[in-house]
Structure formats: structure tokens, C-alpha cells
């Protein structure tokens, strides 16, 4: 006489993402430009990091959400996008995204996260969150969305 009952999410539109080979193609294009990191698994930031400091660029690495305002106030006239997860220890990665917005109205985001609450995701989105990345990461959707967030509006 047991019941069962399963919840399972509405499933979100997702942002339009280019076919698998564009992607590809897209992804080996790297920069020099300056990126803020917010990752607290020490594996996972240390993954990131190394793929895009082999692309060239330069990375600011904050592992929780306390370190990552101190940092964009630090260096925020350097650093040409932010690619933060949504959960963090201190501040989450919302709370970090509206303290940075602060400092700067146009900052360019990227979220990760293995789930993100659909009303979450959209303040974000309306707030002027650039991009959504489902972890685990795949470095080239990363680099992928780090180059489109760049490039816009050059």
C-alpha cells in the first residue's frame, strides 16, 4: 500500500545553442582577456582555469562568493567577463552577480550550475545574466559562451 509520488522538473527553454560543430570550431579561439572564476570545488576551478590559461587568458580565481566581490572590486576596470557558479559559500552566486552589477551595470555573466531554480534563472536572465552552462562543465560550451559574451556588441 505504499505510494510514490516523483516530482520531475518542467523542463526550460533552453538558450538557442549552435550545433556541435560550431561549437568545436568556436571553442579553440581563445584571448587575452581577463576572466573572474567563482568556483568553490578546488578540482573543478583548477580544470577551468588550466583549459582557459591555455587558450590565453588571464584568470582571477575566487573559490567562494566573499572573495569573488573583493576581487571584481580589485580589478573590475580589467576583467572582461565573470563565469560564476550558483552555489557558493559566503554569498551565492546571485547575491555575487547583484553586488558586481553594482559596481559595474554591464558586466558580462556566465552561470553554472548542476540545477538552477527556473525562477532563480529567470531574475538572473532579467537582471542581465549573458548565459546559463550545466555543470559538469564542458570546456568547449564554456569557451564557446565566454567568446560570445566578449565578442558581443564589438
Known sequence: GTIFDIYFPIEQPQQETPHKEVIEAL????GDEVILLIEDEDALAGLVHNALAKLGYNILLASDGEEAIELYKEHNEYIAAVISD???PKFDGEEVYMHIKAIN??????????????EM???LMKNGAKHFIQKPYLMN???WALRQIIDEGK
Open 141 to 143: 560550451e564554456v569557451q
Open 86 to 88: 550558483i552555489g557558493l
Open 27 to 30: 571553442s579553440t579561439k581563445g
Open 121 to 123: 534563472k529567470e531574475r
Open 105 to 118: 551595470n554591464e558586466v558580462k555573466v556566465i552561470f553554472a550550475s548542476g540545477y538552477i531554480e527556473p
